[in-house]
């Protein structure tokens, strides 16, 4: 049987936590294919834009992603270009370098 999820965290919160770039991690879980069913929640607040946010499972499938693209400076490379289509937002990833 499945946990109830009672509390998420969101995208801006994740980054935080983690040190990584959000709009990197926003590009991400865009696709919700990219984690598990369940894992992406999106929050509508009656504007027109709504708040994405992740379940405790959905964040650690994240850090375990992105711990598995960075074994090697080709791996990341080949994980930007699969996962982030925004090059200003690659370039900026790089530039900052590994957390």
């Known amino acids: 049987m499945m946990a109830t999820v009672t509390h998420v965290c969101t995208i801006e919160h994740v980054a935080k936590m983690l040190g990584e770039d959000c709009e990197m991690l926003e590009a991400i879980v865009e696709n919700d294919d990219n ?3 369940g894992a992406i929640i999106s929050v509508h607040t ?7 946010a992740l379940t405790d499972d959905g964040i650690d499938e994240l850090k375990d992603m992105l711990n598995d693209a960075r ?3 080709d791996a990341w490379q080949a994980f930007l270009e699969d996962f982030v289509a925004d090059h200003d937002i690659i370039a900026r990833v790089k530039e900052n370098g590994p957390r």
């Open 35 to 37: 984690l598990s069913y």
């Open 46 to 52: 009656g504007s027109e834009e709504g708040i994405t």
């Open 71 to 73: 074994r090697s400076p």
